[in-house]
């Protein structure tokens, strides 16, 4: 498909017996922030690594701009600007020097990269301090001016935040999505950070012992888990048979023979249950619920939640 720039079929990584990744099928689109969430050990920076052939695949496929990785990565990677751990940077040189030494390893032609990049994340140009005096929110940032300096249109970011402080991570969350917004970059980040995350992705995928437990949008997730009643009765056929009837219920969801979530929070509930009593179905609870989008996360990881 046009529209989507990284591709994975049934990737999975093994070491010895660990199976690291299990079968992974993502999907990030063009233009968008992909976020990739999940608690440490649980396969990001493996998944992340495999796209850019860092690291060996040990079954399934990988396309990138809809070539698969196979020989075609000359073609690929100079399209791509990632942070994968920390690059090596000369501790004796300054950011820009560093900087102005991976432009020609990488023969980027464009006269004003290095000044370009360094603006993006807020770094002075031809300032004094060495790399080894940068504090470590300074690295994280040059470390992202360096992905970014051949102009890539796929930024392939692993958690590139650690180790900021509030306003730094609000920081680098803004010009990735100017990055993405402005100059219409596609970003696969990741972290274990869900409140980091719902901030900035427009897709989520949830990685869980290196199983990819969720692919979707945020809108549809926040969509998904938001208000709803939750119904519990003795028979649910008659129920909302009577709830379509009686109330005109339309947006509801039959979870099994007991219990179904209505979606209009606004019906009135003691009115509901007096019409369920009154036709001979047992209320056994009815309740006004709010689940949020970490209890969904918890949910889906087993209980013990991210972050
Ligand atoms: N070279 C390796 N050899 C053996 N096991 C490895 C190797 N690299 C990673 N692993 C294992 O693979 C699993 C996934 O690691 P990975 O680094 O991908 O997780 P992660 O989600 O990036 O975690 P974190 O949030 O801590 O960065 C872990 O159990 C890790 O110990
Ligand atoms: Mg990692």
Not at 11 to 18: A, D, F, R, S, W
Not at 80 to 100: K, M, S, V
Not at 146 to 169: K, Q, R, V, Y
Not at 273 to 279: D, F, P, S
Request: aromatic letters at 6%; glycine letters at 8%.
């Amino acid at each position: 498909m046009d529209n989507i720039v990284i591709e994975t079929r049934q990737l999975t990584k093994i070491y010895g017996e660990q199976t690291v990744v299990n079968e992974v099928n993502l999907h990030v689109r063009k233009g968008r922030i992909y976020g990739l969430l999940g608690r440490n050990g649980a396969g990001k920076t493996t998944i992340m690594k495999m796209i850019l052939g860092l690291s060996s695949v040990t079954s399934g496929e990988v396309d990138v701009f809809s070539q698969t990785i196979k020989g075609n990565e000359k073609y690929i990677y100079p399209r791509i600007g990632a942070i994968i751990e920390t690059p090596g940077f000369y501790p004796n040189l300054t950011g820009t020097e560093n900087l102005e030494i991976f432009a020609k390893l990488r023969g980027t032609s464009r006269p004003n990269a290095v000044k370009e990049a360094l603006g993006v994340v807020g770094l002075p140009y031809r300032d004094k301090k060495v790399f080894s005096k940068y504090s470590l929110g300074m690295k994280q940032r040059l470390g992202i001016a360096n992905a970014i300096l051949h102009d890539p249109e796929l930024l392939i970011l692993d958690e590139p935040t650690n180790g900021l402080d509030p306003i730094g991570i609000a920081e680098v969350r803004s010009f990735i999505q100017d990055l993405c917004v402005k100059r219409g970059k596609t970003v696969l980040i990741s972290s274990h950070i869900l409140s980091e995350i719902s901030l900035l992705a427009d897709d989520i995928g949830i990685i869980h012992n290196g199983v990819l437990l969720e692919e979707n949008s945020l809108a549809e997730l926040h969509k998904r888990n938001s208000k709803y009643i939750l119904l519990q009765v003795s028979d649910t056929a008659k129920a909302v048979l009577l709830l379509e009837r009686r109330f005109h219920v339309k947006e509801y969801s039959v979870q099994d023979t007991h219990t179904v979530l209505l979606y209009d929070t606004d019906l009135d509930m003691a009115e509901i249950n007096k019409a369920l009593m009154l036709e001979n179905i047992s209320v056994i609870s009815l309740q006004l619920c709010n689940d949020t989008l970490e209890d969904y996360f918890k949910k889906v990881t087993g209980g013990e939640g991210i972050a």
